[in-house]
C-alpha cells in the first residue's frame, strides 16, 4: 500500500514562504476552480490557502530560536475528517492514501473541518466548498509530465529542499529513511490520526573553534609570523 | 468556536418541537389510563401542527448553515459512519410521524384496532405516537452526538452533550404544551407545567455538570494538546509570531467567537436565569394565579435563554487548532 506524504525539514525551513506562493498559485489555476481570495490587494486581505507557515519563537530572550512551521493537510492513516462527512465528498484515496474533498459533492457543511484537530481545512467562501491540500493530486498522477515533476508544487518551489515527498510505506523511500535516520516526528500523535506528513526536528548546529585551530600550532611557518595578534580575530584573519 | 445563528436555531427549535410531540403523546397516555381528563381530537391537531412547525423551522434555519444547501440531499447517504448523516435522515422521519400523528387525530383514527390484556385499547393513533417518540429520543441522540462525537472538541465530548440536548428539548417542549393548554383553558396546565419543571430541573444538573467539566478543562486539566505536541518542539516557552495570514483566514473566524470573557460570563448567567429560574418561578405562579398566558411567557422566557445557552455551549468549547492561532485568543 502506497501513501504519499511530504517531510518537511524545519532545521532548513527558512519561512520564505515560497510553498505557500506555489502552492496558491498552482492550485488556483487548476481545473477546480480557482481559489478564493478577498480584497488581495487591500486591508484584511483574505483567502482560502492549502498551506502556511507560521513563525514561532522558542525559549526566552536572548536565548530564542525562531521555527518556521508550514502547515498543510497531513494527510493522516486514519483521518478523522473522512468518517463525519454526511455526503462522503470527503474521503481518501485507496491507491495512494491521498485524502481528498469531492468539491461536486460537498455542501459546504464545515463539519469535517471541526473533526480536523489540524486545522488543516479551509472554506472557499465562492465556490461554498471545503477545501484542503491535495499534495497537488493533479500533478503527481499526471503521466504526461516528467518524473522529476510529478511533485508536488510546494516540494518543487521550495528553495532549501526542505520539503521531501515520498512514500512513507516504502522502507526505503528517501522520505522513510529520512524519518527513520533523522527524527521524523508526527504531530499531535496524542489523538490517533497517524499523520502520513512527518517534520523533521531542530538540530543543534554549535561551531566549536579551539586555539589551535586559530593559530594553527602544528604550522611550520608560525614562528615566521610577523602579525601582532590583539585577540579579536576571526577565523579568516588567521587561517590561510 | 463560532456559534453559528443557523445551528441554534436548528438544534433550539427542532428541540422544543420534539418536546412538544413527547408532551402530547404523554398526555394522550395518561388520558388513556384515565390519570388525566381526555382531550379532543382539537388538541392534538393543533399540537401537532405547532411541533411540525418548529421542525420545518429548524429544517429551514438548517439550511442556512449549508455552503450549497441545493446539495443537501446528498447528506443523507453516509448514515453508517456520520451522526449529521444519521440526523438528516431521522429528521424528516420525525416530521412525518408528527404530522401523521396529527393527521391520525384529525382524521378521527381512535378507534381501537384490538385491546391489550382486554383493558388496554390500542388505537392507531397510539401505535403511530409509539413510533413518533422512538423517532423523537432517536433524533435527541443523532443532534447531540453530531457535537459529542468529535472528540477534539473535548468541551462536546461527553455523555452530558446528549442529557442536555434531550433534556432542554423536553423541558422546553412541555413548557410550551402547558402554555398551550393554558391558552386553551384545559386542565393539562399542571400536568405540563410540573413535567416541564421536572425536566428544566434535570436539565439544571446536567448542565451545570457540563459547565464544571467545561471549567476544569479551561484550567488545562484533561486537555490532550499543548502548543509543543501541536509543532512538535519540546521546549517551555513557545510563542507564536506569525500564523500565516495578514487578514485571518477560515480558521481564525470559525474557530472563535471572538468575544471577551467578560461577555462570555455574563451570557453564562443570563442563560442561568433564562432558561432554569425564571421559567419555573413563571409556571409556579401562573399555577397560584391560573393564569391563561404565564405558563406561554414561561416557554418564550426559556426559549429565548435557550438560544444563548446554545450560543454559549459553542463558544466554550475550544478547539486543538486554535493552538496553531494563538495570536487571536
Known amino acids: ?240 | 468556536m463560532h456559534p453559528a445563528l443557523s445551528v441554534i436555531f436548528l438544534t433550539t427549535l427542532i428541540g422544543a418541537g420534539q418536546g412538544l410531540f413527547l408532551a402530547l403523546y404523554t398526555g394522550q397516555v395518561y388520558a388513556l389510563a384515565n390519570l388525566l381528563p381526555a382531550q379532543g381530537a382539537g388538541f392534538y391537531v393543533g399540537g401537532s401542527l405547532i411541533a411540525l412547525a418548529l421542525l420545518v423551522g429548524g429544517l429551514i434555519a438548517s439550511f442556512f448553515h449549508l455552503g450549497r444547501p441545493e446539495r443537501a440531499w446528498r447528506a443523507a447517504t453516509r448514515w453508517r459512519t456520520s451522526w449529521l448523516s444519521r440526523e438528516v435522515l431521522v429528521l424528516p422521519l420525525v416530521m412525518a410521524l408528527v404530522a401523521a400523528y396529527g393527521l391520525a387525530h384529525y382524521l378521527g383514527w381512535t378507534a381501537p384496532l384490538f385491546s391489550l390484556a382486554g383493558t388496554l385499547p390500542i388505537t392507531p393513533t397510539l401505535i403511530i405516537g409509539l413510533f413518533g417518540t422512538l423517532a423523537v429520543f432517536a433524533l435527541f441522540l443523532c443532534t447531540a452526538m453530531i457535537y459529542a462525537a468529535v472528540p477534539f472538541l473535548e468541551e462536546w465530548h461527553s455523555p452530558l452533550t446528549v442529557a442536555n440536548f434531550t433534556l432542554f428539548g423536553i423541558a422546553s417542549g412541555f413548557l410550551l404544551a402547558a402554555g398551550y393548554s393554558a391558552w386553551l383553558g384545559n386542565q393539562l396546565v399542571a400536568f405540563f407545567g410540573t413535567w416541564g419543571v421536572i425536566a428544566t430541573l434535570l436539565a439544571l444538573v446536567t448542565r451545570l455538570g457540563a459547565l464544571a467539566r467545561n471549567r476544569s478543562l479551561a484550567r488545562g486539566k484533561g486537555r490532550k494538546s499543548t502548543v509543543q505536541s501541536a509543532i512538535g518542539v519540546r521546549h517551555s516557552a513557545v510563542v507564536q509570531k506569525a500564523q500565516g495570514a495578514t487578514g485571518g483566514s477560515f480558521n481564525t473566524r470559525e474557530f472563535f467567537h471572538g468575544r471577551s470573557p467578560g461577555t462570555l460570563k455574563v451570557l453564562r448567567n443570563l442563560f442561568l436565569l433564562l432558561v432554569f429560574v425564571l421559567p419555573v418561578a413563571l409556571v409556579a405562579l401562573g399555577y397560584v394565579l391560573e393564569s391563561a398566558t404565564l405558563p406561554l411567557a414561561a416557554f418564550a422566557v426559556q426559549y429565548l435563554g435557550l438560544l444563548i445557552e446554545r450560543w454559549y455551549f459553542f463558544a466554550e468549547a475550544t478547539h486543538p487548532q486554535n493552538l496553531y492561532y494563538s495570536g487571536v485568543s
Not at chain 1, 483567502?47 to 513563525?55: K, M
Not at chain 1, 475528517?81 to 455542501?107: F, H
Not at chain 1, 506528513?197 to 573553534?209: K, S, V
Open chain 1, 1 to 240: 500500500m502506497t501513501q504519499l506524504a511530504l517531510v518537511i525539514d524545519l532545521n532548513v525551513c527558512v519561512g520564505c514562504h515560497a510553498c505557500v506562493t506555489s502552492c496558491k498559485q498552482w492550485n488556483t489555476s487548476g481545473w477546480a476552480g480557482p481559489l478564493v481570495d478577498k480584497n488581495p490587494y487591500d486591508a484584511e486581505p483574505t483567502g482560502t490557502f492549502f498551506n502556511r507557515v507560521q513563525t514561532f519563537e522558542v525559549g526566552t530572550f536572548p536565548l530564542t530560536e525562531t521555527v518556521h512551521f508550514p502547515k498543510s493537510c497531513l494527510h493522516c492513516e486514519d483521518p478523522p475528517c473522512v468518517p463525519v462527512c454526511p455526503t462522503g465528498a470527503s474521503y481518501k484515496r485507496p491507491d495512494n492514501g491521498v485524502v481528498l474533498v469531492d468539491y461536486d459533492k460537498c455542501i459546504g457543511c464545515k463539519y469535517c473541518s471541526w473533526a480536523c484537530p489540524y486545522g488543516a481545512r479551509e472554506i472557499d467562501e465562492q465556490q461554498r466548498v471545503m477545501k484542503k491540500c491535495t499534495l497537488c493530486i493533479d500533478r503527481i498522477i499526471d503521466l504526461a509530465l516528467p518524473e522529476r515533476e510529478r511533485k508536488p508544487a510546494c516540494v518543487l518551489a521550495c528553495p532549501t529542499s526542505a520539503r521531501l515527498f515520498g512514500d512513507v510505506h516504502d522502507p526505503n523511500s528517501e522520505v522513510s529513511v529520512a524519518i527513520r535516520e533523522r527524527g521524523g516526528y508526527q504531530l499531535m500523535p496524542e489523538w490517533g490520526t497517524r499523520p502520513s506528513n512527518h517534520y523533521l526536528p531542530r538540530r543543534r548546529t554549535a561551531l566549536h573553534i579551539n586555539e589551535d585551530e586559530l593559530v594553527r600550532a602544528d604550522n611550520p611557518l608560525r614562528r615566521e609570523d610577523l602579525t601582532t595578534y590583539t585577540g579579536e580575530e576571526a577565523l579568516d584573519d588567521v587561517a590561510w
